[in-house]
C-alpha cells in the first residue's frame, strides 16, 4: 500500500466516523426535541445567586442517558439564581429557564453524570420536570460558593411546594436526595 492510499483510507475513515457522530447527535435530537423546559424570567426576590458551569441533563436516574433538551444541549457557564418561587438557569446565549417550586423534584449531589466525573459529590443535582411531564436531572458544577448551600436553598423550595400537577412516572431508583447514581 502506498502512502497515498494510506491516507486517502485513513481520511475516508475519520470521514465516516465524523458522519456518524453527526447521525447520532442529530437523531438524539429528534428523540429529545418533545422535552421542552420552562423558559421565562425570574420570579419572587432573590434569595441566593451561584456561579458556575452547566454540566449536562440526563433522564432522572440515568446519569449516563444525556438528553438534548433545546437549550440545554450543550456545556457552558451558567448563573443559577434561586428565588422565592423558584430557580432560573442563566446560559449564555440562550434564554432564561425558570423552574418553579412546583417543578422541582428533588436536589442533590453527585460525583458522575455523562461525560464529566470530579471530587466526591462535586456536582449539585438538580431534578425538575418538563412539560410533557419527562423529570430530568439537571448537572451543575459551581466555580464559587458552597454546593451544600445551592441544595439547601432549593430543597427549602422543593419542601415547600405544591404538589406537581403534571404527570410524572414514579421514579426508578431514589437517589435523588443523594445525588449519587446507584
Do not use: K, N
Not at 456545556?75 to 417543578?103: H, I, K, W
Amino acid at each position: 500500500m502506498t502512502r497515498e492510499t494510506a491516507a486517502l483510507v485513513m481520511a475516508t475513515v475519520a470521514a465516516l466516523i465524523l458522519a456518524l457522530m453527526l447521525w447520532g447527535w442529530r437523531r438524539r435530537v429528534r428523540r429529545d426535541a418533545g422535552i421542552v423546559p420552562p423558559v421565562g424570567e425570574r420570579r419572587g426576590l432573590t434569595r441566593a445567586v451561584f456561579a458556575g458551569f452547566y454540566v449536562a441533563t440526563t433522564r432522572h436516574d440515568a446519569p449516563l442517558d444525556r438528553l438534548t433538551v433545546r437549550h440545554l444541549a450543550h456545556r457552558s457557564r451558567v448563573v443559577v439564581t434561586v428565588t422565592e418561587e423558584g430557580v432560573t438557569l442563566d446560559l449564555p446565549g440562550e434564554p432564561t429557564l425558570f423552574l418553579d417550586a412546583a417543578r422541582l423534584a428533588g436536589v442533590g449531589r453527585a460525583t458522575w453524570t455523562i461525560d464529566r466525573a470530579v471530587e466526591p459529590d462535586g456536582l449539585v443535582l438538580v431534578a425538575w420536570t418538563a412539560d410533557d411531564g419527562t423529570i430530568c436531572d439537571t448537572y451543575i458544577r459551581l466555580q464559587d460558593g458552597d454546593p451544600d448551600a445551592l441544595v439547601e436553598e432549593i430543597a427549602r423550595l422543593h419542601a415547600g411546594a405544591a404538589p406537581d400537577p403534571r404527570p410524572s412516572s414514579p421514579p426508578a431508583q431514589d437517589s435523588t436526595s443523594t445525588g449519587d447514581p446507584q
